[in-house]
Structure formats: structure tokens, C-alpha cells
């Protein structure tokens, strides 16, 4: 995988890779304003409010972050590219063209998911 990516390659998987876990954490932390506009309307109690940070601390975000944190680069970016989380604008021609086999990869992985479900 290193031969096929040079150093500058690299440095731009690792910055895009770091804009597809912010995208996932700012999804998420909507999910959870979301509690915290029903608790500021009233419509949800503290201690349900204070249950929600909790979930979302033990499970979104430690999911996000074990996920970006033990793939590389880019598998995160190929992911975040098939799941709509990174337009393809933001990546060099180039570089998209390289990631192409990988996203291929990820469309069949998830075709055979639906399939076996």
C-alpha cells in the first residue's frame, strides 16, 4: 500500500481522513443537540438528557474514535467517499483515481451485507 501512495498522497488522505471523522462526530453531536433542544423546550428531563451524553460518550464517539483511530488513512477516506461524507470535489483527481479499487471494494462489501440480511 505505500508504493502506491506517494508522500503528498499521504498528507492529503490524512487531512481528508481527519474531515471524514469530523463529518461522522458532527452527525452525531446533532443527534445529541437534538436532546438538549428538548431539554431546554422541557419536553426532556435532565436526568434522560444526562442519559443521552452518556450513550453518546460510550457509544458514537468511542465507536468514531476507535474507528479512525485503527484504520489508515485512506480506507477512511475510500469509506467517507462511499458513504457521502466526503464529496468528490474535495479530492485531487488524481488521488480519487488511486482510491477508485478501494471504493469498489467497499460497494461490494456493503451490496453482500443487504444481500445476507
Known amino acids: 500500500m505505500n508504493q502506491l501512495f506517494s508522500k503528498r498522497d499521504k498528507a492529503l488522505l490524512r487531512e481528508l481522513a481527519g474531515q471524514v471523522w469530523e463529518a461522522e462526530l458532527n452527525a452525531e453531536l446533532e443527534r445529541l443537540y437534538g436532546c438538549f433542544c428538548e431539554w431546554k423546550e422541557g419536553t426532556m428531563n435532565p436526568f434522560d438528557l444526562s442519559n443521552k451524553i452518556h450513550q453518546f460518550?460510550?457509544?458514537?464517539?468511542?465507536?468514531?474514535?476507535?474507528?479512525?483511530?485503527?484504520?489508515?488513512?485512506?480506507?477512511?477516506?475510500?469509506?467517507?467517499?462511499?458513504?457521502g461524507l466526503l464529496p468528490k470535489s474535495d479530492v485531487d483527481a488524481a488521488l480519487l483515481e488511486k482510491l477508485l479499487p478501494f471504493k469498489r471494494f467497499l460497494q461490494t462489501h456493503d451490496d453482500n451485507d443487504d444481500e445476507s440480511a
Open 57 to 83: 460518550h460510550n457509544g458514537a464517539a468511542r465507536r468514531l474514535y476507535n474507528l479512525h483511530n485503527n484504520i489508515d488513512p485512506w480506507m477512511a477516506v475510500a469509506r467517507g467517499l462511499e458513504l
